[in-house]
């Protein structure tokens, strides 16, 4: 399995934008999909973002598109999340994750690794 560790987060006001980054350990980070998820207090865990092996293909769930971009660096073992426009709403722990069920991407049941995750808070 790879190990992520998250970074980035931080308090934004609205309207702002923020980067996050995922730092994978390993050799075979090229090998897998990944992912963004957030969670929210008292919510489910959502699908914000995954990105195929080569970055070829892209998905974004409906929450964030347009907002949201998902982005991989594969000699560097880094996934990113570059956040624009951010609101309220989008305040929740963010996580990066890794997969190797591509068809199962939209769901948590399509990884297999995930981080420690990473606060964001968005002020209005």
């Known amino acids: 399995q790879v190990q992520l560790v998250e970074s980035g987060g931080g308090l934004v006001q609205a309207g702002g934008s923020l980067r996050l980054s995922c730092a994978a350990s390993g050799r075979t980070f090229s090998t897998y999909h990944m992912g963004w998820f957030r969670q929210a207090p008292g919510k489910e865990r959502e699908f914000l973002a995954s990105i195929s092996w080569n970055g070829g293909t892209t998905d974004y769930g409906d929450s964030v598109k347009g907002r949201f971009t998902i982005s991989r660096d594969n000699a560097k073992n880094t996934l990113y999340l570059q956040m624009s426009s951010l609101k309220s709403e989008d305040t929740a722990v963010y996580y990066c994750?890794?997969?190797?069920?591509?068809?199962?991407?939209?769901?948590?049941?399509?990884?297999?690794?995930w981080g420690q995750g990473t606060q964001v808070t968005v002020s209005s």
């Open positions: 994750a890794a997969g190797q069920r591509w068809g199962r991407r939209g769901y948590t049941e399509g990884y297999n690794s």
